[in-house]
């Protein structure tokens, strides 16, 4: 079985995403004292005696919103609430109970999942109590005191959740799914992908760019394969980043990248190949991530024979440093070419987990130094003695040679060459360690 989900909700500013970074132990939530800030909802796994479940963290409930975001929050926050299997219902003790509060309590109650009412901004028990009793008046049971900001009560709140969970059906699983991250500028479609693999509208979709702030975590099926795959934030350029939130998104997409098997790098195909692409696809190349360039909105192209040719020759040219990368033309809109986008992940995570026999790698080697002499330096030449393989995600061979200083970038690029001419090795970038070994030690 699953871990079990506990789902925090309540309306905006009350300070879910504070307690969701205390039990999770990172800023893993926006934190802001901005109502709305946390817009999509956000997975973290937590542990408490021994038991562990999944916390997510919801966009704040606003019952009678007419504003576009807010009422998508509001929907996402019931998708929560219905994949949840307790609800840790928040409200604001400073504030006091206002009607918000007991519209989400009618919502909750239809849900008929457990719910824990949870009291936060309770800095002093004892001057606080009075207040707290107030939430009685919600009629969802009884009022748990807590200040978030610094973790008072809440070891006992956490009592009380677990106490709903089914802890014999509960078992210790590793996570092996594939993990997959959405990159790329705003607005160029990456939660319209998610939402279109899962057939549901899982994340915000709008046309404001920027609307995804937080990574997302979105489990995913196909072809009887299980995924999980990590919506980014869009990066902006520096210039652009004016809000302080835009910072916290671009912390998050490295962290994001960070923590996925293969990067999906999405290009809008309108604006084509930009810089900035490159630099978002250099922070995956720089981690050794598999990676899948996929230009979107390909289906709004006007195209001739020579067209694909030409997009392929551009993103080649920015992104010449990864010529590894696998290139496809598909739309999230329409669906078109997402099969094939499934079938290179499944060949990019194969070929970051591929192994190659020592012996067959030092073939590969003694024949490329017979096609291409080392370089040579005041007389002395370089010596290739040896290379394996030392680890996987993404591939590391460790050569031994005589002179580190004589193993000049353009020789391993040499080197890295032959192996994949051998071995394919497509989707991912290739990691090269020089030792050194002096010839008496051979």
């Known amino acids: 079985m699953s871990k079990p989900i506990v789902a925090i909700v309540g309306r905006p500013n009350v300070g879910k995403s504070t307690l969701f970074n205390a039990l999770a132990g990172s800023n893993i939530a926006i934190v802001k004292d901005t109502p709305g800030v946390t817009r999509d909802r956000i997975y973290a796994d937590v542990e408490w005696l021994n038991i562990n479940f999944t916390l997510i963290d919801t966009g704040g409930i606003e019952p009678d919103s007419s504003d576009v975001i807010l009422a998508q929050m509001r929907d996402q926050a019931q998708i929560a609430i219905d994949t949840a299997d307790v609800i840790l219902f928040m409200v604001d003790c400073k504030q006091g109970l206002v009607d918000s509060d007991a519209k989400v309590a009618d919502m909750l109650r239809r849900s008929h999942k457990p719910v824990v009412l949870v009291v936060n901004k309770v800095d002093d028990f004892n001057r606080d109590m009075a207040d707290v009793y107030e939430f009685y008046n919600l009629g969802i049971g009884d009022p748990n005191p807590i200040c978030a900001s610094n973790k008072l009560g809440v070891g006992d709140m956490l009592d009380k959740v677990v106490s709903y969970f089914n802890t014999e059906a509960l078992e210790d699983e590793e996570d092996e799914r594939p993990r997959i991250a959405i990159v790329g500028k705003p607005n160029v ?223 391993t690029r040499y080197l890295e060459n032959k192996i994949r001419d051998a071995f394919g090795f497509k989707g991912t970038s290739l990691k090269f360690i020089i030792r050194e070994r002096k010839d008496k030690e051979k």
Not at 295 to 309: G, L, Q, S
């Open 189 to 411: 479609g990456k939660s319209s992908l998610i939402n279109k693999l899962l057939g549901e509208k899982r994340l915000i979709v709008s046309e404001i760019a920027g609307t995804t702030r937080d990574a997302v975590d979105t489990a995913v099926k196909w072809d009887g394969r299980d995924y999980v795959f990590i919506d980014t934030a869009g990066l902006r350029r520096k210039s652009k980043v004016k809000e302080e939130l835009e910072r916290y998104s671009i912390i998050r997409t490295v962290t994001a990248v960070e923590r996925a098997d293969v990067v999906v790098l999405l290009i809008d195909a309108i604006e084509g190949v930009t810089e900035q692409d490159a630099k978002i696809a250099g922070i995956a190349h720089d981690r050794g991530k598999g990676i899948v360039i996929a230009v979107n909105k390909w289906d709004a192209i006007e195209k001739d024979d020579k067209t694909v040719y030409k997009y392929r020759d551009e993103i080649r040219n920015v992104l010449s440093y990864m010529p590894y990368a696998e290139i496809l033309f598909i739309s999230a809109e329409t669906g078109q070419r997402l099969p094939k986008l499934f079938e290179t992940i499944d060949m990019v995570i194969a070929n970051q987990t591929m192994r190659v026999a020592t012996g067959v790698l030092n073939e590969i080697m003694a024949e490329a130094v017979a096609l291409q002499q080392p370089p040579s330096d005041k007389g002395k030449r370089l010596k290739l003695y040896y290379i394996t393989q030392v680890s996987v995600k993404p591939p590391t061979f460790v050569v031994f040679v005589n002179d580190r200083q004589l193993m000049h970038f353009s020789y």
